[in-house]
């Protein structure tokens, strides 16, 4: 469809002997040339994801009538490739908000955490599989307002094979561009800068071996492959994807979207040594 657009990363795991360095390489022009990574896999056994997100700035409002823009938390089924997402959603009309996703259907609208420049939000989905429902919880975390909803799987008629575990987690921005004519071809300027950050997934653990006892341990990821979309034909995306870091807890990614140039998003390879592995 060619007013949808989207650019960003996939989060993986790099394998522990790649590299006891940082590297980090924005892809920003076709003439970028990136040394060929380790081969990265996506974590086992992943029930959950989170991030951080803070809006920095208000860039201004330039997105088409009837269009949208998101900042994405995506998590794909492993079985399915069903798309769980905790977006928010920036609209044309000013009518912002965090929203949860299932299946490309928006499910629930957030309305006690709202959106406000300066404030920082935690971002969860977890999947429970003994209760056949998916979790979306956000905490404002300068308010420590939290706010969740849970969404029955089983109210859906085709969700046989869907596997409650992570098979792959997209972060980056996403655009639907509603105007008519050639002007509805290309994605528009975002509308906030952010800070995406503590980029991680989840597993389940056990207390005392007790399977009735589950608790959620989560970690870093080190490792971000750009992706895009493949299909709008779209050469160069009006955003960037600026200051890739690890954090100074030294585990933990970080990058800034804000307005400007990129063909992809960002490559990104960090493994400190005792940074914690996947089990």
């Known amino acids: 469809m ?4 989207w650019v960003g990363s996939l989060c993986l ?8 360095s940082t590297t980090l390489t924005p892809v920003s022009s076709t003439t970028a040339h990136v040394k060929r990574p380790p081969s990265p896999s996506y974590p086992p056994n992943v029930i959950a994801i989170s991030d951080t997100l803070t809006i920095l700035e208000d860039l201004g409002n330039h997105i088409p ?5 998101l900042y994405l938390l995506e998590l794909f089924d492993k079985n399915t490739a069903a798309a769980l ?32 420049v300066g404030h920082s939000y935690l971002r969860e989905i977890i999947m429970k599989k003994e209760k056949k429902s998916i979790e979306f919880s956000l905490t404002d975390l300068s ?3 939290n706010e969740a909803f849970v969404f029955d799987v089983s109210s859906e008629d085709n969700n046989k094979g869907f596997s409650y575990q992570g098979g792959n987690h997209f972060t980056g921005i996403e655009w639907w561009n509603k105007a008519g004519g ?20 989840g ?19 080190n490792m971000l492959i750009p992706n895009r979309d493949g299909v709008s034909g779209v050469k160069e995306y009006p955003v960037s994807f600026e200051n890739p870091a690890v954090k100074d807890d030294g585990k933990n990614i970080r990058y800034a979207v804000a307005s400007g140039k ?16 996947a089990v």
């Open 65 to 69: 009538d009837k269009s949208w823009m």
């Open 182 to 201: 050639s002007n509805g071809n290309t994605p528009f300027p975002v509308r906030y800068k952010v800070e995406v950050s503590n980029l991680s997934f």
């Open 85 to 116: 997402e905790l977006d928010l959603i920036c609209q044309f009309n000013d009518r912002d908000n965090f929203w949860a996703i299932f299946r490309g259907i928006n499910r629930y609208k957030f309305t006690k955490v709202l959106p406000a």
């Open 262 to 277: 990129t063909i992809a998003g960002i490559r990104f390879i960090s493994n400190p040594p005792g940074m914690p592995e």
């Open 203 to 221: 597993q389940a653990t056990y207390d005392d071996g007790m399977s009735t006892r589950r608790t959620i341990d989560y970690r870093p990821y």
């Open 13 to 20: 795991r790099a394998p522990s002997s790649s590299s006891s």
């Open 143 to 145: 308010t420590e307002q």
């Open 2 to 5: 060619a007013n949808h657009f």
